[in-house]
C-alpha cells in the first residue's frame, strides 16, 4: 500500500523529477568543460630496505623485525608529508613555493609491503613529476644524514601522466544524473506533502470538522456571491435548530456529537436538490439555502425534512442509546430583492417562533413577526 501510494506520487510529480534531473546533468557539464580546471596525478614509490653496508648479519635480522613493526616506514612517509622538506626541496628546484599552491602532495603506505606512494596533484603532469622527484630526491638525502641503518631509494621515479583524474564528464555527468533524480523524487514528494497540507488547511475553513457540512463563514460567503450573481434571485433561507439535544450537548461524547451532526448533514443533503447547499450555522443549527425557491414552494419540503428528522437516532449498535433531535424550522425566502441581512434575520425570527409555538416549522410573515 505504501509503495504504491510513494509511486503515485511520482506518478504526479514526475516532471519534477525530469527537470531537476536535467539541471544537474547540465550543470555537471557546464562545469566539467567550462569552469573546472583539469586536474593531474603523478605516483613515485619509494623502497625502504635496511643499509647492508652498515649492518652485520645480527642487526640485519633486527633490522627486518624492526621494519615489521611499520614504526621506521611511517616515520619515512611522515618526512615526506613535512611541509618543511616541501619548501627546502622546491627552494633547490629554483621556484617560489607560493607557485605550487595549487599542487597537493601525500605520501601513504601500501599495506603488506615496505613501499612508500607518493602522489601529486596539480594542473600540469610535468611540474607534478617535477616536483615528486625534486622532493623525493630532497627527502632521501634528508633521511640519510638521520639513519645510517635503513635505505630509502626510488622504486619508480614520477612520470608525466597526461590522462585528468578529474573532471570526468561522462562519470560526473551519470552521478549528477542520479543524484539529480534523487533530488526530484525528493521534491516531489515534498511537494506532494505541501499540497496536502495546504489542502486540508483549506478545506478546514469550507468544511465544519464535526459536521461534514460548510462553515458558517463559507456558507455565508457562497449566500451572498449568489446574490451578487443573480440580484433578482429568488432564494430561501431555512435555520435548523437541534433542540433535542440542547441540554445533553455539552456533556456527550465527542464521537456522539460527530455521529448525531454527520447524519443530520446527510439527510439534508439527501432531502435537497443537487444546486442547495448545506452549512453548519451554529453549535446546534444547520442552515439550508435553497435557490430558485419561494417559501411557498419551500414549505413542504421542510415540513417534511422536520419529519424525517424526528426520527430518533441510535448512538450504540444493540439500540440501547437512541436521541430525539426534537427539530425546529424556521425560514425566510427572498424575492422583493431584500438585503441579504434582512433575510438572515427573517429565518432567524421565523426560528424563534417555531421555539416559543407548538407549530414546529414556521416561515417569516409580516404578521405575527413584524
Not at 546533468?25 to 613515485?44: C, G, R
Not at 623485525?65 to 611511517?74: Q, V, W
Request: proline letters at 3%; glycine letters at 6%.
Amino acid at each position: 500500500m505504501e509503495i504504491r501510494f510513494i509511486l503515485k506520487i511520482l506518478q504526479r510529480g514526475w516532471w519534477l523529477i525530469l527537470i531537476s534531473a536535467l539541471l544537474a546533468l547540465n550543470f555537471s557539464l557546464f562545469y566539467s568543460y567550462y569552469v573546472a580546471v583539469p586536474q593531474y596525478e603523478v605516483v613515485a614509490r619509494f623502497i625502504v630496505s635496511p643499509n647492508l653496508q652498515s649492518t652485520d648479519n645480527r642487526d640485519l635480522v633486527n633490522s627486518l623485525e624492526a621494519l615489521d613493526k611499520r614504526s621506521i616506514i611511517a616515520t619515512y612517509a611522515e618526512v615526506l608529508n613535512s611541509y618543511q622538506i616541501t619548501e627546502e626541496a622546491v627552494k633547490l628546484l629554483g621556484e617560489n613555493a607560493s607557485d605550487f599552491s595549487s599542487y597537493t602532495m601525500s605520501a601513504t603506505l601500501l599495506p603488506d609491503a615496505n613501499i612508500i606512494r607518493y602522489s601529486v596533484r596539480g594542473p600540469n603532469p610535468d611540474v607534478a613529476a617535477l616536483l615528486a622527484n625534486g622532493i623525493g630526491q630532497y627527502a632521501i638525502d634528508y633521511v640519510r644524514k638521520l639513519y645510517v641503518v635503513y635505505n630509502i631509494e626510488f622504486l619508480d621515479k614520477a612520470i608525466p601522466s597526461y590522462d585528468a583524474i578529474r573532471p570526468r564528464p561522462l562519470q560526473d555527468a551519470l552521478l549528477a544524473l542520479l543524484v539529480g533524480m534523487v533530488v526530484g523524487v525528493g521534491l516531489a514528494i515534498f511537494r506532494d506533502q505541501i499540497s496536502t497540507t495546504l489542502s486540508r488547511f483549506g478545506q478546514r475553513n469550507v468544511i465544519d470538522y464535526e459536521s461534514q457540512a460548510y462553515t458558517h463563514a463559507y456558507f455565508d460567503r457562497h449566500m451572498r456571491q449568489e446574490i451578487i450573481k443573480q440580484p433578482d434571485a429568488v432564494i430561501t433561507l431555512g435555520l435548523i435548530h437541534l433542540n433535542g439535544i440542547q441540554d445533553i450537548y455539552d456533556s456527550l461524547p465527542q464521537v456522539y456529537v460527530n455521529q448525531i451532526l454527520r447524519k443530520v448533514n446527510e439527510t439534508l443533503k439527501y432531502q435537497l436538490r443537487g444546486n442547495d447547499i448545506v452549512g453548519r450555522w451554529s453549535k446546534l443549527q444547520f442552515a439550508v439555502l435553497l435557490l430558485g425557491t419561494d417559501g411557498a414552494s419551500a414549505n413542504r419540503r421542510f415540513e417534511h425534512i422536520q419529519e424525517v428528522l424526528d426520527q430518533p437516532i441510535s448512538l450504540e449498535s444493540d439500540g440501547e442509546f437512541d436521541v430525539s433531535l426534537d427539530v425546529r424550522i424556521g425560514y425566510a425566502d427572498r424575492q422583493g430583492g431584500e438585503a441579504i441581512n434582512v433575510l438572515i434575520n427573517q429565518a432567524e425570527s421565523a426560528l424563534n417562533i417555531s421555539m416559543e409555538s407548538n407549530t414546529k416549522t414556521n416561515m417569516y410573515k409580516v404578521r405575527p413577526f413584524g
